[in-house]
Nanobody, 126 residues
Framework: GKIVESGGGLVQPGGSLRLSCTTS????????IGWFRRAPGKELEGVSC????????YFANSVKDRFAISRDNAKNTVYLQMNGLKTEDTAVYYC????????????????????WGQGTPVTVSS
C-alpha cells in the first residue's frame, strides 16, 4: 500500500489548512489512519487518528478542539482540518495506516503504523 499527503503550506497564526491523505493499494475502509507530525528539532508526535470500523477518533491534547478528522471512503482519502493554527503547529505532517481498524484511546505509537507517506510541510508564521 501507498499513502500520499497533500495540502500543506504557509499560513498565518489563527488560519486554517486542510490536509489530505490518499491511499492506494488499500482502502480507508480497511484500516484506521493516523496523522503524525515532526516539528524542527522535536520527536515525532501522534496528532490524530480515525477508525474505519467504528469512526473512533483520537486527538492529541495539543490539537484537541482545533483539529478535526474525517474520511471519504469513495475517494480513499482522510482529511485533517486544522483550525486556529499556532506557530507551534509548524511541522512536517505525515499520514500512515494502523494495523487495526479502530483508534486506541491512549494515542498513536509510530511503530504500529505502516505505509508512511512522504509528508507535507506546514508552516505557521506571520
Amino acid at each position: 500500500g501507498k499513502i500520499v499527503e497533500s495540502g500543506g503550506g504557509l499560513v498565518q497564526p489563527g488560519g486554517s489548512l486542510r490536509l489530505s491523505c490518499t491511499t492506494s493499494g488499500f482502502t480507508t475502509n480497511d484500516f484506521a489512519i493516523g496523522w503524525f507530525r515532526r516539528a524542527p528539532g522535536k520527536e515525532l508526535e501522534g496528532v490524530s487518528c480515525i477508525g474505519s470500523a467504528d469512526d473512533s477518533t483520537y486527538f492529541a491534547n495539543s490539537v484537541k478542539d482545533r483539529f478535526a478528522i474525517s474520511r471519504d471512503n469513495a475517494k480513499n482519502t482522510v482529511y485533517l482540518q486544522m483550525n486556529g493554527l499556532k506557530t507551534e503547529d509548524t511541522a512536517v505532517y505525515y499520514c500512515a495506516g494502523y494495523m487495526k481498524n479502530y483508534c486506541e484511546d491512549y494515542g498513536l505509537i509510530p511503530t504500529d503504523f505502516g505505509a508512511w507517506g512522504q509528508g507535507t510541510p506546514v508552516t505557521v508564521s506571520s
